[in-house]
């Protein structure tokens, strides 16, 4: 006792440079006195140790969690019993202290050993006994213990049995066993938690339990889903499996030189169907090239076979030709040596208890992970290279399923991720450099190869894998809304067997005592008294009231966030409340808890970002949306159309972002709104028989195009040139493209919608109205109810277009060819559109400035037949056959668009990311009635050169869109209309002098047009919003200052939109800056007394009239 006394003293000396708190003193104490059996002593380090730093380093793997500023423990116990175990857990309750469990020290974010607050960590290492017993095929292991003295045990006492785990020596089998645990023979027999059968764990109570005294529901949580969030596992009784004595490895190479294309394309539809005994892993890394000083992607094939080389070269080459695997590619080898040295990249001679060494040289890196359910094309794989080439200094690895692991139900264990599943992504990030700046450059570009990853991976949850922890996908800080910051994460590592790992986590350990940044949270006290719920928990998860869950959703405000600050009265929380129990009747099968975001998401950045396309309204003092809804269901929009009104919640509807003046995503009203965002209701469906096609309106014009021709060559569709352009605000808005003159706007092309109203009801055409289904084509959907689809009549197009590109400066003539030009597009063959662009170029033959006419046309037909007809109705342009460009109307797409269509792939238009560089912008609008004289287009050239920065875009009409009446839609822009005028003015630097000059000058060369524009009104195409024209801040005055910007848009259309919105949105729920305004009370008393004001004038009029008739 004296002894023990002693050690405590000279623990917790004043004299050594680290200072114990009096909380710290008697936490030791307890932890003494909690194990009078088997003496903590010789376990507890502490800073004052000599020994504490090698013992706190020498399971850090990650390079970036052993700095100078990490934060350290202020206490290390290394067990070496199942007492010291229990005095921790016990005692660190007891005392209120925060408790990390390490086993083998391979987490990737370091959450076993470093924390923001002060802990201590419970260190397994020295627990590590193996206890084999080939006799039952079983074998006990403790969660200290490495894989390779696992491996290495396992071998000593059989050359025919293994464990399926992973192929790294130096992880610890606790951890590794607790998050699921992968290896190269996964495809065989599983995960290693599928052949754990029982367990040692230590519980929040101190207890010592097995798989029958622990029960069925902890033992299924402890494998998969985190022990270190439920218990402290001590020990785990495996299943061994058989082995060959002989299996056979090989490692091939392959450069894009070399085909690798090819070759990974034919890889994705193999290896996962392959004979169950092979295992093909992938890594691709970049390397230079040998055939020139340019960068290749090296693809890296890995493999295990459970068996001879003759046979897995003969499988090879009935299966996977493409590889040409030789007999001199393979090495046959013991299971052992194979899986833990050859897989480690340990020389293979180097003598096999190397596997029981524990030092790993470390390095800093950043890893994420995905899962792939679907092949991805060979455009699609050549995008990946483009993007590795561009990052150069990341890994990626490919890891099949297929086999067993398709056998198994998802919900077996926690890890879900089985049957559908194709492979494992995982991305990784090495450097070596210290510093912020550094790491922070090395983890964006694991950053963004995962997101350019995102169109071929996983979604609704995307997958992640839980021992491939990745802090980008949230973090607990266990405020009041712990239970709904791990939903964010949780969900992406297990998939709907969170919820029953929230249960379990919620019974075992209700006070959450076992927690870290990643672990599974409880559910909140005042959840399960709001329930009813007493000592079963069961009825929490049933569907109605698992939606409870975000009642004490006050992280939006109780929790820091970097990006914003939002306070309670900001923020409504039961507004999410009222979300979940919306949706409570299509819950389980259409969560709305994956598509919410707020500020503390770590995803809210990118998912509000990812859709702007105007950098003007992405700065750090933009005002943020308190909460995204990136929709996945309709009921999600009904909760959001309901909730909002409920709550009082203005609501913004986006679908493509392209919104010019970020109406669809910011506000200018200075008021707090949310976003719903529909990218992800994107589904297409093409009916040809019929002519038609459904389109949701989250999709964009390059998916709604490239679905039309992926099944017929002759049919399109008359939109926008913009593929990245959302379907929803493009049709709602009127929606022009390049075939206008043949088929008139994209909404003269509409048969049908489905829309969610003001009162969350789902209408179509026929329950909506003629009236309404009349708005929503060209008024403004986001005026009226949330557009969900249109269905639309495709049109028919040539087999063959042509297009073409013709510039001309003033030297060259552009001032004669302009002047035809307005005679000669608005009244020529409806098949051919001719857009001219005018802008400010360095003249060739002169140090000044000139003007650019640049002519790009679209020709419904062949290039002799457009040359014939330049020639007879153009000819002073002077177009030749060589000027000319035929293809096919899906690639005239990508020509309009700026891209090289002899290089560029068609499935480029499934890219959502615009291939044109963001910039800061501003548009304008007009419309053209008259022909210019020569003399108003040299007064023109004059003001653009003096203003030198601005850009027109002339679109001409006629044709088709001089037969449709001005009211068969909300767009009135028909006859009598030579061509609409878009200003542009675009700018790359930052800074509000900046934008003011710029959007200054655009407004100036606006305004100098006004002498050859529309008059009474002025008009403007509601496509291209422009809030110059006037904002409506929804007052007593709504109506007024609606119709300012009304008449421009839609001129005498506009009463009748006024009325319907009226109708359909009486207290005007669907608003934004420039939406249609309701005639409110006062509004309508206002008019009326205008009424009587006029005829009272009137009558003064006659009765004058009458009495100087009569004095006369």
């Not at 290495?152 to 699921?180: D, M, Q, R, W």
């Not at 005042?526 to 975000?550: C, R, T």
């Not at 910039?919 to 007064?939: C, F, M, N, Q, T």
Request: net charge neutral; aromatic share 12%; hydrophobic share 40%.
């Amino acid at each position: 006792m004296e002894l023990l006394t002693a050690t405590i003293l000279l623990l917790l000396s004043p004299s050594l440079p680290f200072s114990f708190s009096s909380a710290h003193k008697t936490f030791i104490h307890c932890l003494v006195n909690h194990s009078s059996s088997h003496p903590i002593t010789e376990s507890i380090f502490t800073p004052n140790n000599p020994s504490f730093s090698y013992v706190l380093q020498s399971n850090i793997r990650n390079l970036r969690f052993n700095t100078s500023t990490t934060r350290k423990p202020f206490l290390i116990i290394t067990a070496l019993h199942a007492s010291h175990v229990q005095a921790a857990v016990v005692c660190a309750q007891r005392h209120h202290m925060l408790m990390k469990i390490r086993s083998g020290g391979h987490d990737y974010e370091g959450v076993s050993y470093v924390a923001e607050s002060p802990f201590f960590i419970l260190d397994m290492f020295n627990l590590r006994s193996i206890d084999v017993h080939t006799e039952t095929e079983t074998a006990w292991v403790q969660s200290g213990a490495t894989l390779g003295e696992l491996y290495y045990t396992i071998g000593e006492k059989s050359k025919t049995h293994g464990f399926p785990a992973g192929v790294c020596p130096t992880v610890g089998v606790g951890g590794h066993l607790g998050g699921g645990g992968y290896g190269n023979m996964l495809r065989k027999f599983g995960l290693a938690v599928d052949h754990v059968i029982d367990a040692q764990v230590v519980d929040v109570q101190g207890r010592l339990l097995d798989r029958e005294s622990m029960g069925e529901d902890l033992f299924w949580a402890i494998r998969g889903g985190g022990g270190a969030s439920f218990c402290v596992v001590i020990a785990y009784k495996i299943k061994l499996v058989r082995v060959p004595e002989i299996v056979t490895v090989f490692h091939v190479k392959k450069t894009l030189e070399q085909n690798a294309t090819d070759i990974i394309y034919t890889w994705q539809h193999v290896a996962p169907n392959i004979d169950n005994n092979l295992f093909i892993r992938l890594i691709m890394d970049v390397v230079n090239s040998t055939q020139n000083v340019t960068k290749t992607v090296r693809a890296n094939f890995l493999s295990l076979f459970l068996g001879d080389s003759k046979s897995l070269v003969s499988l090879m080459n009935v299966n996977f030709p493409q590889l040409g695997l030789k007999q001199q590619d393979c090495i046959e080898t013991t299971w052992l040596q194979s899986t833990v040295i050859y897989w480690s990249d340990i020389n293979p001679s180097t003598p096999l208890e190397v596997l029981l060494h524990r030092d790993l040289p470390s390095d800093y890196f950043k890893m994420k992970s995905d899962y792939v359910n679907k092949p991805i094309s060979k455009v699609g794989l050549e995008g990946i290279w483009e993007k590795m080439i561009e990052l150069k200094d990341t890994k990626v690895y490919f890891s099949p399923y297929g086999g067993r692991m398709n056998e198994i139900p998802s919900n077996a264990t926690p890890f879900p991720y089985r049957g559908g599943t194709l492979w494992m992504v995982e991305y990784i990030a090495n450097w070596f450099e210290p510093g912020k700046d550094v790491a922070d450059y090395y983890m964006n570009l694991a950053r963004k190869l995962h997101k350019h990853m995102t169109p071929f991976v996983s979604m609704n949850p995307r997958g992640a894998y839980y021992n491939y922890k990745d802090f980008d996908l949230g973090i607990n800080h266990y405020g009041k809304s712990s239970y709904v910051e791990g939903m964010v994460y949780g969900y992406q590592y297990f998939n709907d067997n969170f919820n029953r790992l929230v249960q379990i986590k919620t019974m075992v350990d209700p006070a959450n005592f076992f927690r870290n940044e990643q672990s599974i949270p409880v559910v909140p006290y005042e959840m399960i008294l709001d329930n009813g719920v007493q000592n079963k928990m069961e009825p929490i998860f049933s569907p109605k009231p698992m939606l409870w869950f975000l009642s004490t959703l006050v992280l939006l405000s109780s929790l820091p966030c970097s990006s914003a600050t939002y306070s309670a009265a900001e923020f409504n929380t039961t507004f999410i409340h009222c979300l979940i129990n919306t949706t409570s009747d299509s819950s389980s099968s259409h969560p709305i808890t994956e598509s919410i975001f707020t500020p503390n998401n770590a995803s809210f950045s990118s998912v509000l970002q990812s859709y702007i396309r105007n950098l003007r309204f992405n700065t750090s003092t933009t005002k943020k949306p308190l909460l995204i809804i990136t929709a996945l269901h309709v009921s999600h929009v009904r909760a959001s159309i309901l909730c909002a009104q409920k709550h009082n919640m203005l609501m913004k509807i986006r679908s493509g972002g392209h919104d010019y003046e970020g109406v669809s995503y910011v506000t200018h009203n200075h008021v707090p709104f949310f976003i719903l965002d529909m990218f992800n209701l994107r589904s297409i469906e093409i009916d040809i028989e019929t002519e038609t096609a459904w389109v949701q309106v989250g999709a964009t014009l390059g998916e709604l195009y490239y679905n039309i021709v992926h099944k017929s060559k002759i049919h399109g569709f008359p939109a926008g040139v913009g593929p990245n352009v959302g379907v929803g605000g493009h049709l709602s808005g009127g929606g022009y493209g390049n075939m206008m003159r043949k088929y008139g706007l994209s909404v003269d092309n509409v048969l049908d919608a489905q829309i969610l109203d003001v009162q969350g009801r789902l209408l179509d055409r026929d329950s909506m109205g003629e009236d309404l289904f009349w708005a929503i084509r060209g008024g403004g959907g986001a005026s009226f109810g949330v557009v969900l689809s249109y269905k639309i009549k495709l049109v028919r197009v040539p087999e063959t277009v042509t297009v073409f590109q013709v510039p001309r400066t003033l030297e060259q003539n552009a001032t004669e060819l302009v002047y035809n030009w307005q005679y000669f597009a608005p009244n020529t063959d409806p098949n051919l559109f001719i857009r001219l662009i005018l802008e400010v170029a360095n003249g060739a033959e002169t140090l000044t400035k000139t003007i650019r006419a640049t002519f790009v046309a679209m020709f419904l037909g062949d290039s002799k037949s457009l040359v014939s007809l330049m020639n007879e109705t153009f000819p002073q342009m002077g177009l030749r056959q060589q000027d000319c460009i035929e293809t096919s109307w899906l690639k005239s797409v990508l020509f309009w668009d700026n891209m090289d269509i002899s290089t560029t792939p068609v499935e480029i238009l499934l890219e959502r990311t615009p291939q044109y560089t963001l910039k800061h912008l501003k548009r304008k609008s007009d419309y053209v009635r008259k022909p210019i004289s020569k003399a108003g287009w040299e007064g023109i050239w004059k003001k653009m050169i003096e203003l030198e920065n601005g850009a027109m875009y002339f679109n001409p009409y006629g044709g088709r869109m001089a037969e449709i009446p001005s009211n068969a839609t909300p767009i009135p822009h028909r006859a009598g209309n030579l061509w609409k005028i878009q200003y542009h003015a675009n700018w790359n630097q930052k800074g509000k002098e900046v934008e003011d000059q710029y959007i200054n000058m655009i407004r100036e060369l606006h305004r100098y047009m006004a002498a050859f524009v529309s008059k009474n009104p002025r008009q403007a195409y509601f496509n291209y919003k422009d809030l110059d024209l006037g904002i409506n801040y929804h007052g007593k005055n709504s109506y007024y200052q609606g119709r300012v910007y009304g008449y421009e848009y839609f001129k005498d259309n506009f009463n009748r939109l006024v009325q319907i919105k009226t109708k359909v949105d009486p207290n005007n729920f669907f608003r934004n800056e420039q939406s249609v305004p309701v005639i409110s009370y006062m509004g309508s008393v206002r008019m009326e007394s205008e009424k009587s004001l006029l005829y009272t004038l009137l009558f003064l009029l006659v009765l004058s009239l009458v009495f100087e008739k009569g004095r006369l």
